[in-house]
């Protein structure tokens, strides 16, 4: 999380900048008139600021929306793990090509129990972001991935996966080794494990990239996040044929938590933080790990095939068609 | 098809429109020869003279119908349309068509240069499909099998809610008759214009596909020329066989992405089924010519 000092501010985050200035400026003055008393000032300006990143949050197009996901602060998976668990071990690799560094995962302890936790993960700055491929797995990431959800299964283990991608990585090498065969394995055997599986969309869950690891007896999205086929980007491109129309698109393709939930493709919306999780990782943390206990206590009530009975059945649902009289 | 519309088509698999005239365009003029009346037949007795978009080599419709769409010379496959693979691969050409009055919805009111409803309408008009793939069951070889097409002419053979609950019905009809199922892929992935629904179909189709597995009914996944996206990255590659016809485009992402992702060109044969066989990803590579000989002798091996 950043400092006060060095914040970054999306555009419609610009009247928070302007009072976090007018705090800066108060405390300028502070130093320098030590008799004056400025705190009431300062607090007020702190209330306003609280009152702020609620009215934001509060009107928020699709496309704003679609920005908070991707916020240079936003909170990624290995800081939701830092709070959320003690004893992470992570574990690399797909025993096979590479460790990728766009997903990460190993068990940790959640409240006293051991949990499989699988993750895309952007970096934290220019050099981790490359490192990290800016969330975007090759083939080996997916596998890396399955390779964990096996190991959790035979170990009784339950699965939680934290979904943050801009899309599974479209390289040649991805595609020499089988970028499409990768993730539809994953959905395949996600379908069919054994123990609860957990699905959280924490940032951006851009296509079958997402859906690699998105496969659960629940799938929730962050408040502020977004989940469907295609990013606004490659749709306006695609369809409008224009990089302009990215506003446009968002709307259209209604992908924000809201709309999922409301269209039952996803399970529920996990609220964050005043103005986003950025404002406040631990909060979003503590509410994330809330739900994830509970969901674990609830899942756990039923027996693994009443569990992947009920996945496959949510999941065939899902659709919309007429049907002519025969 | 509009050359709007053809674009889209092809944008949808980042293809590259390299010869004059797109396969599509080509095969849908063609088509037209072929359904053209007899009357008017003896005026182009087989009439039309047809050129490979592959080697150029000339021959009449006739002569390429008799090849099965594929070209004399080059052994080019020339894409054909959900009817021809039924006429190819049932035995007598009988078959019986299953799910067809599914048909598609704009649930969402989608609309991008044109709404959603109003693309359906428009595909519906121009073609005699209903949605992007179509169904067909009879025998193959004297043996029952389900059949799966997709019509790339039907908003490039987009996965969308349709073509989902017609695989998860085609699942279930294979699990109450044992029957095996065989899917031919061709299509540009999801159909965008229903957002998150179409992505789910992945999801849909897979867990479809486990039960088939559980009853160790067989599925052969043969992928044609192009397939692409969420049909590759879903059902097109969990085949019991995955196989192919020569030189089909094959991929998760389009050849235009990755070119514009790694700013280079891409080397000759990238992303084709020989390509693909090399990798791993392909069980064998099938000619049309003896693609039902092929899935005959296939489907003898596991029921044997
Ligand atoms: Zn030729």
Not at chain 1, 124 to 142: A, D, H, V
Not at chain 2, 6 to 35: A, H, M, P, Y
């Amino acid at each position: 999380m950043a400092t006060k000092d060095n914040r970054q501010f999306l555009e419609f985050e610009k009247p928070i900048k302007e009072l976090y200035d007018q705090i800066a400026q108060l405390q300028h003055m502070a130093e320098k008139n030590p008799k004056v008393d400025y705190q009431a000032s300062l607090q007020q300006l702190e209330s306003q600021i609280q009152e702020k990143r609620k009215e934001i949050t509060a009107h928020l197009t699709s496309w704003q929306r679609v920005q908070l996901s991707r916020h240079p602060e936003r909170p990624y998976t290995s800081a939701y793990l830092k709070r959320m668990t003690t004893n992470f071990v992570e574990l690399h690799g797909d025993r096979n090509v590479r460790d990728d560094k766009a997903m990460i995962g190993g068990f940790a302890l959640l409240e006293g129990e051991t949990v499989m936790f699988i993750g895309h993960q952007k970096g934290i700055n220019t050099k981790m972001r490359q490192l990290r491929n800016f969330g975007m797995s090759n083939p080996e990431g997916y596998r890396k991935a399955l390779r964990l959800m096996k190991l959790a299964e035979k170990f009784n283990k339950p699965v939680v996966t934290l979904i943050d991608t801009p899309g599974a990585y479209p390289g040649p090498e991805a595609e020499e080794r089988g970028q499409g065969e990768a993730i539809a394995r994953n959905i395949f055997e996600m379908m069919k494990l054994k123990v609860p599986v957990i699905c959280v969309i924490i940032g951006e869950g851009a296509s079958g990239g997402a859906l690699g690891i998105g496969v659960g007896d629940r799938v929730f999205m962050m408040e502020n996040t977004w989940y469907t086929v295609i990013s606004p980007e490659n749709c306006s491109s695609i369809l409008w044929r224009s990089w302009d129309q990215k506003e446009k698109a968002a709307e259209e393709l209604k992908l924000t938590s809201s709309d999922m939930s409301r269209f039952g493709l996803v399970d529920g919306i996990i609220p964050e933080p005043f103005g986003g999780a950025h404002w406040d990782y631990d909060q979003a943390a503590a509410t994330l790990k809330t739900q994830l206990v509970q969901t674990i206590r609830e899942l756990k009530r039923l027996t693994p095939e009443e569990r992947i009975e009920q996945r496959i059945s949510k999941f065939s649902q899902m659709g919309f068609y007429d049907e002519l009289p025969a | 098809m509009s050359q709007q519309e053809e674009d889209f088509e092809v944008n949808l698999t980042g293809e590259e429109g390299q010869s004059e005239e797109s396969k599509t365009r080509w095969f849908k003029r063609i088509k037209k020869g072929i359904q053209t009346s007899t009357a008017e037949k003896k005026e182009v007795p087989e009439g039309l003279w047809t050129k490979c978009p592959q080697c150029k080599y000339t021959c009449t419709m006739l002569e390429l119908r008799e090849n099965l769409f594929v070209c004399p010379q080059c052994n080019y496959h020339h894409r054909i349309e959900s009817s021809e693979y039924f006429d190819i691969l049932f035995d007598n050409k009988q078959y019986t068509l299953l799910f067809d009055n599914i048909v598609s919805k704009d649930f969402l009111g989608f609309t991008d240069l044109k709404p959603y409803h109003k693309r359906l309408e428009e595909v519906w008009k121009k073609t005699d499909l209903k949605d992007s793939i179509r169904f067909a069951t009879g025998n193959v070889g004297g043996s029952g099998l389900v059949v799966g097409v997709m019509d790339f002419e039907f908003i490039g053979g987009s996965l969308g809610s349709v073509m989902g609950e017609k695989i998860a019905r085609a699942v279930d009809y294979c699990l109450q008759h044992h029957l095996p199922l065989l899917i031919v892929s061709k299509s540009g992935g999801a159909r965008m214009m229903e957002s998150a629904f179409s992505l789910m179909q992945m999801a849909k189709t897979i867990g479809k596909l486990t039960q088939l597995a559980d009853a160790k009914i067989p599925y052969i996944s043969l992928m044609t020329d192009p397939t692409f996206g969420g049909v590759t990255a879903s059902f097109a590659m969990m085949g019991d066989l995955n196989i192919a016809e020569p030189g089909a485009l094959i991929g998760f992402a389009g050849p235009r992405v990755i070119k514009e992702t790694i700013r280079k060109e891409l080397p000759e044969g990238f992303q084709r089924s020989e390509f693909l066989l090399e990798h791993g990803f392909l069980d064998y590579i099938v000619d049309r010519k003896t693609l039902k000989e092929r899935i005959a002798q296939s489907l003898m091996l596991f029921a044997h």
